[in-house]
T-cell receptor, first 112, second 117 residues
Framework: SQQGEEDPQALSIQEGENATMNCSYK?????LQWYRQNSGRGLVHLIL?????REKHSGRLRVTLDTSKKSSSLLITASRAADTASYFC????????????FGTGTKLQVIP | GAVVSQHPSRVICKSGTSVKIECRSL??????MFWYRQFPKQSLMLMAT?????????EQGVEKDKFLINHASLTLSTLTVTSAHPEDSSFYIC?????????????FGPGTRLLVL
């Protein structure tokens, strides 16, 4: 079963605006990752945050993690048309082979 | 980042035939590879996890006799859809966990679109 749920399911913004996507999960995790998927393509790894971290930055991306609320957010600043894609959060539990479970995804459309 | 390839990228087959999909890690060794299935406009669903040299671990509800997985080497895993039916039509994506660093990140292949007629 899917671990994470993302919200919103779809988001449409103007180029230059910021986009925020949220992910909530159910069980304790070891790491949380965000991926991007362009239509009909494979996934591109964006950023990884560990359970003992609260915030991470990578270029125009900012990820936060609140383990007490079991939630994470992905912020894309100064969005570009090329950011149009589906974004998934993926959680992994500790131990074993760290099976990764994907959320439901947010479809982002950036309008030029 | 690490590169994972899949072959073929697209396949159309007749109902009842078997289809083999290859997943290769090109510039790293992957002791663990994962196979996912994605239906249109849905998220990825993990089908199975394969470790090199051992039997794959299948998720609940995934038929191991229908989806045969072979992880023959540290850089190659194959998924064979046996006796394919139209309901098996889907986007199949593999991923490999890199042996670099902490080995936490999964790198994904570009996916294989299967259409069963």
């Amino acid at each position: 079963s899917q671990q994470g749920e993302e919200d919103p399911q779809a988001l449409s913004i103007q180029e230059g605006e910021n986009a925020t996507m949220n992910c909530s999960y159910k069980t304790s995790i070891n790491i949380l990752q965000w991926y991007r998927q362009n239509s009909g393509r494979g996934l591109v790894h964006l950023i990884l945050i560990r359970s003992n971290e609260r915030e991470k930055h990578s270029g125009r991306l900012r990820v936060t993690l609140d383990t007490s609320k079991k939630s994470s957010s992905l912020l894309i600043t100064a969005s570009r048309a090329a950011d149009t894609a589906s974004y998934f959060c993926a959680t992994a539990t500790s131990g074993g082979y760290q099976k990764v479970t994907f959320g439901t995804g947010t479809k982002l459309q950036v309008i030029p | 980042g690490a590169v994972v390839s899949q072959h073929p990228s697209r396949v159309i087959c007749k109902s009842g035939t078997s289809v083999k999909i290859e997943c290769r890690s090109l510039d790293f060794q992957a002791t663990t590879m994962f196979w996912y299935r994605q239906f249109p406009k849905q998220s990825l669903m993990l089908m199975a996890t394969s470790n090199e040299g051992s039997k794959a671990t299948y998720e609940q509800g995934v038929e191991k006799d229908k989806f045969l997985i072979n992880h023959a080497s540290l850089t190659l895993s194959t998924l064979t859809v046996t006796s394919a039916h139209p309901e098996d039509s889907s986007f199949y994506i593999c991923s490999a966990r890199s042996d670099r660093g902490r080995g936490e990140t999964q790198y994904f292949g570009p996916g294989t679109r299967l259409l069963v007629l």
